[in-house]
């Protein structure tokens, strides 16, 4: 799946860098860096997220698997 993120320079730069020196592309930096802090992460409980004022998306909805 494609996204667009914001990311500050501060940590853009570094990234890129360490990126470069461990020989792999920033895309598998970050998501590295996702799967560890989510694999680190207590399980969430999501219920009544649909009732929250319908902010978020269809697709978000798909992506937590509520229904």
Known sequence: MKTTADIDDEFLKPAKKAAIDEGVTLRELL??????????????SY????????????????????S
């Not at 219920?47 to 798909?62: D, M, P, S, V, Y």
């Open 31 to 44: 998501e590295a860096a996702l799967r560890a802090r989510l694999e680190a992460a207590p399980p969430r």
């Open 47 to 66: 219920a009544g997220f649909e009732t929250r004022g319908g902010i978020h998306e269809e697709g978000t909805f798909q992506i937590l698997d509520v």
